[in-house]
T-cell receptor
Framework: DVKVTQSSRYLVKRTGEKVFLECVQD?????MFWYRQDPGLGLRLIYF???????EKGDIPEGYSVSREKKERFSLILESASTNQTSMYLC?????????????FGQGTRLTVV | GESVGLHLPTLSVQEGDNSIINCAYS??????FIWYKQESGKGPQFIID?????DKRQGQRVTVLLNKTVKHLSLQIAATQPGDSAVYFC???????????FGKGTTLSVSS
């Protein structure tokens, strides 16, 4: 059974804090993604990675960075959290785009920045 | 820029009815489309996909239709059940074919 695991379901952080959101997948997938989900806006792509140590900006990378030191782990970093980064964050993984590009999602991390 | 949209943010149906959820996409070069279902408190889950060389694909109680001429995608759910209540997202591959771009979602409510 495929699994994408996000380390926290809920997080509350203060403005200015450095925040790490962790995601691990056990499917040996090359591609990993971070999206944020907001009411009325759907899912928006923040960053993705197609290989270890590789990263690509998505549609809304400002205020975020990522780290992919191991194939199974993809971290999203908020260098200095702000209230407009309060959101649901979703991690996903998939095989390379030459194969089936269905993405498998984690449960999500609801981050509140106060 | 690329965008994937849905015609209606909400859809309410009676149990047993057929549901149709629509989606318009903008990237005419997209060759892969997916429908996801997201239940409350969960991440999106794959329902069905279709490639651009097809115009129809059927699954269990679900059918996806693709009209490339007007860049329109739809999800049909037969005999809708209360368990089908969720937010439904369409998604297409981005220009580079490296990531999925999602629409804003349609909330389906099924009443008994």
């Amino acid at each position: 059974d495929v699994k994408v695991t996000q380390s926290s379901r809920y997080l509350v952080k203060r403005t200015g804090e450095k925040v790490f959101l962790e995601c691990v997948q056990d499917m040996d997938h090359e591609n990993m993604f971070w999206y944020r989900q907001d009411p009325g806006l759907g899912l928006r792509l923040i960053y993705f990675s197609y290989d270890v140590k590789m990263k690509e900006k998505g549609d809304i990378p400002e205020g975020y960075s990522v780290s992919r030191e191991k194939k199974e782990r993809f971290s999203l970093i908020l260098e200095s959290a702000s209230t407009n980064q309060t959101s649901m964050y979703l991690c996903a993984s998939s095989l390379p785009d030459s194969d089936n590009t269905e993405a498998f999602f984690g449960q999500g991390t609801r981050l509140t920045v106060v | 820029g690329e965008s994937v949209g849905l015609h209606l943010p909400t859809l309410s149906v009676q149990e047993g009815d057929n549901s149709i959820i629509n989606c318009a996409y903008s990237n005419s070069a997209s060759d892969y489309f997916i429908w996801y279902k997201q239940e409350s408190g969960k991440g999106p889950q794959f329902i069905i996909d279709i490639r651009s060389n097809m115009d129809k694909r059927q699954g269990q109680r679900v059918t996806v239709l693709l009209n490339k001429t007007v860049k329109h995608l739809s999800l049909q759910i037969a005999a809708t059940q209360p368990g089908d209540s969720a937010v439904y997202f369409c998604a297409e591959t981005n220009q580079a074919g490296t990531a999925l771009i999602f629409g804003k979602g349609t909330t389906l409510s099924v009443s008994s």
